[in-house]
Structures are given as C-alpha cells and as structure tokens.
C-alpha cells in the first residue's frame, strides 16, 4: 500500500483536481510513470513514488483542464477537460532525457516565494535545485521537507571558497591558504564590478584537508544533503605563489587580458587536482557524499590527466556562449570553443558525472531581454543525452516569469523526452486559447528580431542593441496589446506590452548612450518606469535597478558604460579556442 508523504500528495492532488477513481501502482522496471484508463478509473503506474506524483501532474494538464506555467497559479480551463477518453494507455512510459533537470538559486529562500517555486518544479517535473550555502543555511526544516516530498534534491555549494574559508576566521593564523597576487598592487577595481575575487591558494596541502574537513562538519550539521558544492569565489584573482605559478606558462595564449589591463591565467589543473585530493579526504569518511564542482571562465576545461571518478560531479557553465547557434554547429566560431570543452568532459567522465550549467533566463544586464530556446534547447538535449550528459540546471528569478517563464517549461519537457512540437502546440493553446495564433505570430516576430542579423549573438545587451533598430521593436507593440487586452489575466499575455516597452526604452537608451548624449535624467526617468512595473512578471526588479543604478553613475561621472563592452568575451572565448593545455 502506497503511504509516503510523496505518494500521499498524489493521491491528495488529483482528488483536488476532480480526477475520480484512480489506482496507483508501482512499476520498477518502467523507466518513467505512465498514464491509462482502465474501466472508468485512472491506472497510474511508475517505478517510484515522486513518479507518481508527476503522473498526477501531467494527467490534470493533459486531460482535467489545468496549466501550471507559473509558480503560485493554477490555470483551470473547463473547455479542456477531455470527458470522452478511450480505454487503455494514454500517457506511455518514455525515456528521460536527462535525469537531473533543475535551477539554479542565486537569491535567499522566502517563506512565501520559496514553497510556490518547489511547487511549480513538482508540477513540471523539475528535481534539482542548487543553492548557496549561506542560503541553504536559513532554509526552514519545514521547507527542505516541503522539497523532498516533492522529489527536489538539494545541493548545497556555488561560488563558497569565502563561505568555507572565510579570511576573518583564517586569515591570521593561516596566511598560507589565500591567494597571492603578482601584482596586487596594480588592482585597481573597476567601480561596480569586481573581477578579481579573494581566492583560495588550491595548491596548499594543508587548505586542502581543511576545506574537506569544512564540509565534512557541514554534511554532519545537514545530514539531508547528499550533494555539496566546491567552487571558486566569483571571478577571477587565482593565486600567483611559486607552487601555484608552476601550473602557469608564460605563453600568452594561457592568458587572458581584460580592458583593465589586468592579467589571468587558465586555472583548470590547480582546480581540479584540488577537487580531486578534497574528494578523496571526503569520501574516506563519507563515501556516499558527492562532491560537485564548477567548469567555468577560466577553468572551463578539465586537465588532460583529470577524471571525473564516482562520487564526483562537474557542471560545465555554457557562460558567454553563443545564443544564436546550437552549441554543436560547426558553423559557430563562438561555439566551438564551448564544444571542445564539452567533449573533453565527456571523454574524462570515469563513473562521476557531468551536467550542463545553462543561461536561460539572461544573466546580469541581460535580464528580460529576448532569449528563445525553445527549439534549440529540444535539439541540444538530445545531443546532450546523446553525450552522457546527467543534469542540466538554469538560473532563474521569480520576478521576470512573463520573460522567460516558457523557457523553463520548455526546459523541463525537453528534458523528459517529449516531442517538440507537440510542447509548442500546448504552450500556445494552454496559455493563449482561442488567441493561440495571434500568440504564434507574436513570438514569430520576436525571433525574426533575432534573426534579422547573421553573426554570432553573446547575450549582452551591446550584442543585441547594436544590430537591430527602434522601429524593429516598436512593431511588436500592437499585437503585443492586443494579446494583453484579450487576455487580461493570463500570464505571459498580460505581461507582453511591458516588456516590450521595457525593450523599446532599453533600445533608445542604449542609443544614446553610444551616441554620448545621453543624461542622468535619462537614466532616472527609465529607473521611475522600472519601479512602476512591479506588478508584472516582467522584470527581476531589484537586480535590474543594480545594474541600472549602476549605468547611471557611469553617466554621471561621464564614463561609457560599463556593461557595454561586447567584445572581450567572445575575445576570451576565440583565444580558448587556440589554446593548447598542458
């Protein structure tokens, strides 16, 4: 008999959803739930219960008239429940794609918020969450109970070099575990961005048994978790000691000079040798305990002598890659770089696993602008499951869902298999109705902006604003209006002439400022509008104020913006692609 509190839920869940008599059962040999009708009654079989409750999740949307695209609401549409279903298997068993499937938490939990994005996971079959530990640290035992009866694990970890070896706790007594720098004196920090964080000397023997015993005692304090993270503060500034430098050459393709003049070196065999000597001091004691860490900027690639063994997990970030191209096209300068590195943890894979960190939400100043992946994040799943890719987890905010909100739902179908164009089909019937073409075509003309230009497409607002016009913009006005009047409640549809407006206003900006006319007025005049819109999931509010905010002072001062500069990135990434590692 099926009494977890997880099958408990999905039995509580369809009676909610008026789905009558139904049966649950328990398959192992099914690869995932599957869904039929049996005498008058729902037959719900999968091979373990969070299986189950997915299946009562998909059968409401399917065929009791329910939409879950956003956290917090549910959508109900008596026009779509289907009353005359045949006998027999409606919903197959297929093969998941990718296994772990998730987000990416960079903001604290809320006792309000937090429940409605756990919710909203179940509800797309979303099992992954990875946290800041200094977050992890606040969440409330009725929450952590909340996600795990909702089959959400949890990995404790991101940028935590500070976290675990904070420098008020080590740094007198034990000098020897930070980073030194070359040339310290010459780091003069751009104002607002920090580019050279406080990082860990990797190669010191004695910060090494240190930082597993760190995590030990925090595994010991959380014995819920079963996945930490290890990763580099956010940034660059790796440690310059002899020991260190010895992994360092002088050749100028290991490294990489930004605007500042500042200089970084490639990092990935200090980082994974450190990864690789923690995991061992870990699972010495801890054998079940695994160990992720991060490929990223500048330690993207693993070593040539690195294996990814048991009990050890990367997570490649797709950071600056190109949006415009999958990530295998071989007609992708940009691309390719990110390619070669994803096939080198491919080939390094020896019983631990390798999982993709992806952007689908925009990052920093390119929140809220376009990014549709919706065919290309099916295509690059499958290359992905093609690949022995495990996971793959996306940065989210809660805010800017009319944005980006389909992307997650995408995400998630993507990842158990379904078929593309029959997800497109639903997206737009489910959310739009009888407005569903007016809503094709909108969205249409959003990607013929992203069309209109050839070249390789990084997203930074420079990338964008750069190749298309106002006037470009302004066309999607109209029919996004005409969406939001017709469905005045609906979620994306309602919020479609604020974004727009933020996009067109952007854009105008972004034209003076290249035009070296713009004002501080300017500025406050679109930071007054940004506030005004908090009613629509349109934009992540405060971190769009930041970043905004920050602009502003560089208007001020009678400096270029500071986000503007397109062509460092794809810089670094093109030199990559040179590189030969040692």
Known sequence: MLTSPTATLAKKELKRFGGGAAEFKLVPELPSFEISRQNGKWLFA??????????????????????????????????????????????????????????????????????????????????????????????????????????????????NFEYLIPVDKYGKDHPEYFATRAQDHLDKEIPGVNHVSRQLCTTEPGLRQEVAKQLLAYQRKNPELTRLGLNPNDGFGWCECPRCSAYYTDDDDRKFHLPSARRYFYAEKAYNEFITAVAQDIHRENPDLALNFFGYVNYSSPAPDFKLTLGIAVQYALYWRCVKHDLFSDDCPTNRGFLRDFLAWEKSKAGGEFM??????????????????????????????????????????????????????????????????????????????????????FYNMVAEVMKSFEDCHIPTPASLFSRISVEQLEKLLPPARRLARKLPNIRPAADLPCWVRYLIRFKKLYDLETARTITPADMEQFITWIKRQRKHKVLATEKVLHYIKLWKEDVEAHRICRFFDVDWPAEFRRRRQNIKLS
């Open 46 to 159: 999968a091979p373990n219960d969070v299986e189950l409750l997915y299946a009562v999740y998909d059968c409401a949307e399917r065929f009791l008239g329910y939409d879950f695209f956003e956290p917090g609401v549910e959508n109900f549409d008596p026009a779509q429940v289907q009353h005359e279903l045949p006998q027999g298997v409606l919903v197959p068993a297929r093969q998941i794609k990718i296994r772990r499937c998730g987000f990416i938490q960079e903001f604290p939990f809320d006792p309000v918020e937090s429940p409605l994005i756990f919710d909203f996971m179940a509800k797309n079959k979303l099992n992954y969450l990875l946290v800041w530990m200094k977050y992890y640290d606040d969440l409330s035992p009725e929450l952590k109970e909340y996600a795990a009866i909702r089959g959400i694990t949890i990995e404790s970890g991101h940028h």
């Open 356 to 441: 993709i960190y992806e952007y689908y939400m925009g990052i920093n100043f390119y929140m809220s602008l376009p990014l549709l992946f919706w065919q290309r994040m099916f295509d690059e799943f499958e290359f992905y499951h093609q690949h022995q890719v495990d996971g793959v987890l996306t940065q989210f905010q809660f805010g800017h869902w009319s944005s980006y909100g389909s992307n997650y739902r995408f995400m998630a179908q993507a990842a158990r298999g379904e078929n593309f164009a029959a997800a497109l089909q639903r997206f737009y019937e489910r959310r739009f109705g009888k407005y569903a073409a007016e809503a094709e075509s």
